[in-house]
Protein backbone atom coordinates (compact mmCIF):
# COMPACT_ATOMS: atom_id res chain seq x y z
CA UNK A 1 0.00 0.00 0.00
CA UNK A 2 3.18 2.28 -0.05
CA UNK A 3 4.11 2.34 -3.49
CA UNK A 4 3.38 5.03 -5.33
CA UNK A 5 1.53 5.09 -8.30
CA UNK A 6 4.21 7.15 -10.42
CA UNK A 7 6.82 3.89 -8.71
CA UNK A 8 4.38 1.75 -10.36
CA UNK A 9 3.99 2.87 -13.35
CA UNK A 10 7.74 2.97 -13.32
CA UNK A 11 8.41 -0.53 -13.07
CA UNK A 12 5.88 -1.70 -15.26
CA UNK A 13 6.86 1.05 -17.76
CA UNK A 14 10.47 -1.23 -17.87
CA UNK A 15 9.50 -4.96 -17.66
CA UNK A 16 6.26 -5.19 -19.00
CA UNK A 17 5.69 -2.23 -21.60
CA UNK A 18 9.18 -2.44 -22.38
CA UNK A 19 9.04 -6.42 -23.18
CA UNK A 20 5.67 -5.85 -24.91
CA UNK A 21 7.40 -3.07 -27.33
CA UNK A 22 10.43 -5.46 -27.94
CA UNK A 23 8.12 -8.22 -29.24
CA UNK A 24 5.74 -5.60 -30.80
CA UNK A 25 8.34 -4.37 -32.91
CA UNK A 26 10.26 -8.09 -33.33
CA UNK A 27 7.49 -10.36 -34.54
CA UNK A 28 6.77 -8.26 -37.86
CA UNK A 29 10.63 -8.75 -39.02
CA UNK A 30 11.00 -12.40 -37.17
CA UNK A 31 7.45 -13.52 -39.40
CA UNK A 32 8.83 -11.98 -42.71
CA UNK A 33 12.18 -14.10 -41.74
CA UNK A 34 10.43 -17.36 -41.58
CA UNK A 35 10.44 -17.55 -37.50
CA UNK A 36 12.55 -17.01 -34.88
CA UNK A 37 12.82 -17.21 -30.99
CA UNK A 38 12.65 -14.89 -28.74
CA UNK A 39 13.20 -15.09 -25.01
CA UNK A 40 12.21 -13.00 -22.57
CA UNK A 41 13.13 -11.60 -18.91
CA UNK A 42 11.05 -12.45 -16.10
CA UNK A 43 11.64 -13.61 -12.41
CA UNK A 44 10.75 -15.74 -10.13
CA UNK A 45 8.90 -13.11 -8.81
CA UNK A 46 6.38 -13.09 -11.19
CA UNK A 47 5.48 -16.72 -9.82
CA UNK A 48 5.76 -16.24 -5.91
CA UNK A 49 5.23 -13.22 -3.77
CA UNK A 50 7.77 -10.87 -2.31
CA UNK A 51 7.71 -8.83 0.48
CA UNK A 52 7.46 -5.10 -0.49
CA UNK A 53 7.78 -5.65 -4.14
CA UNK A 54 4.25 -5.61 -5.88
CA UNK A 55 4.58 -3.76 -8.26
CA UNK A 56 7.96 -5.63 -9.06
CA UNK A 57 6.61 -9.23 -8.63
CA UNK A 58 3.33 -7.77 -10.63
CA UNK A 59 5.74 -6.52 -14.02
CA UNK A 60 6.95 -9.85 -14.09
CA UNK A 61 4.00 -11.56 -13.79
CA UNK A 62 2.84 -9.75 -16.60
CA UNK A 63 5.74 -10.78 -18.65
CA UNK A 64 5.06 -14.16 -17.80
CA UNK A 65 1.89 -14.32 -18.98
CA UNK A 66 2.58 -11.94 -22.22
CA UNK A 67 5.74 -14.54 -23.14
CA UNK A 68 2.37 -17.55 -23.09
CA UNK A 69 0.32 -15.46 -24.77
CA UNK A 70 2.33 -14.46 -27.94
CA UNK A 71 3.56 -18.12 -28.17
CA UNK A 72 0.15 -18.74 -28.69
CA UNK A 73 -0.54 -16.02 -31.32
CA UNK A 74 2.44 -16.76 -33.26
CA UNK A 75 3.16 -20.40 -33.30
CA UNK A 76 1.94 -20.75 -36.37
CA UNK A 77 4.86 -18.40 -37.84
CA UNK A 78 7.44 -20.18 -36.91
CA UNK A 79 8.03 -17.82 -33.68
CA UNK A 80 8.92 -19.28 -30.32
CA UNK A 81 8.35 -17.32 -27.24
CA UNK A 82 9.88 -18.32 -24.02
CA UNK A 83 10.77 -16.49 -20.93
CA UNK A 84 13.57 -16.99 -18.19
CA UNK A 85 12.96 -16.56 -14.67
CA UNK A 86 16.12 -16.11 -12.56
CA UNK A 87 16.88 -16.69 -9.04
CA UNK A 88 18.91 -14.34 -6.93
CA UNK A 89 22.13 -13.74 -9.43
CA UNK A 90 25.59 -12.48 -7.94
CA UNK A 91 25.20 -9.14 -10.04
CA UNK A 92 26.17 -5.41 -9.36
CA UNK A 93 22.29 -4.61 -9.20
CA UNK A 94 21.29 -7.25 -6.43
CA UNK A 95 24.99 -5.87 -4.31
CA UNK A 96 23.38 -2.42 -4.24
CA UNK A 97 19.93 -3.65 -3.14
CA UNK A 98 22.01 -5.56 -0.80
CA UNK A 99 23.49 -2.87 0.99
CA UNK A 100 20.43 -0.31 0.42
CA UNK A 101 18.66 -2.64 2.58
CA UNK A 102 21.06 -2.99 4.83
CA UNK A 103 21.45 -6.79 4.29
CA UNK A 104 24.38 -9.43 5.16
CA UNK A 105 25.09 -10.81 1.77
CA UNK A 106 26.28 -13.99 3.64
CA UNK A 107 22.62 -13.59 4.88
CA UNK A 108 21.32 -13.73 1.24
CA UNK A 109 23.34 -16.38 0.21
CA UNK A 110 22.12 -18.31 3.20
CA UNK A 111 18.59 -18.70 2.21
CA UNK A 112 19.61 -20.08 -1.23
CA UNK A 113 19.11 -23.88 -1.28
CA UNK A 114 22.25 -24.15 -3.88
CA UNK A 115 24.48 -22.65 -0.93
CA UNK A 116 25.20 -19.71 -3.19
CA UNK A 117 24.05 -17.12 -5.87
CA UNK A 118 23.67 -17.34 -9.28
CA UNK A 119 25.73 -15.86 -11.73
CA UNK A 120 25.19 -14.00 -14.59
CA UNK A 121 27.00 -16.57 -17.19
CA UNK A 122 24.54 -19.24 -15.95
CA UNK A 123 21.76 -16.84 -17.20
CA UNK A 124 23.28 -16.39 -20.34
CA UNK A 125 23.81 -20.27 -20.61
CA UNK A 126 20.00 -21.02 -20.17
CA UNK A 127 19.03 -18.21 -22.71
CA UNK A 128 21.32 -19.55 -25.72
CA UNK A 129 20.00 -22.52 -24.56
CA UNK A 130 16.35 -21.34 -24.90
CA UNK A 131 16.62 -19.69 -28.19
CA UNK A 132 18.33 -22.28 -29.76
CA UNK A 133 17.50 -25.19 -32.02
CA UNK A 134 18.05 -27.77 -28.75
CA UNK A 135 14.88 -26.09 -27.67
CA UNK A 136 12.94 -26.14 -30.90
CA UNK A 137 9.96 -27.81 -28.83
CA UNK A 138 10.21 -25.31 -26.27
CA UNK A 139 7.24 -22.61 -26.68
CA UNK A 140 5.27 -20.19 -23.89
CA UNK A 141 7.67 -21.88 -21.18
CA UNK A 142 8.82 -20.11 -18.38
CA UNK A 143 12.53 -21.38 -17.46
CA UNK A 144 13.37 -20.89 -13.76
CA UNK A 145 16.86 -21.01 -12.79
CA UNK A 146 17.29 -20.18 -9.23
CA UNK A 147 19.01 -23.00 -6.91
CA UNK A 148 16.18 -24.27 -5.53
CA UNK A 149 14.41 -21.39 -4.09
CA UNK A 150 10.94 -21.73 -5.52
CA UNK A 151 11.62 -25.76 -4.89
CA UNK A 152 10.54 -25.35 -0.74
Known amino acids: ?????????????????????????????????????????????????????????????????????????????GIRVNCICPGTVDSPWVRRLVGDAGEAMEALVARQPLGRLGTPEEIAAAVLFVASDAAAFMTGSSLVIDGGITAG
Open 1 to 77: MDTELEEWERVFAVNARGTFLCCKHAIPRMTAAGGGSIVNMASIAGMVGLRNRAAYCSSKGAVIALTRALALDHVAD
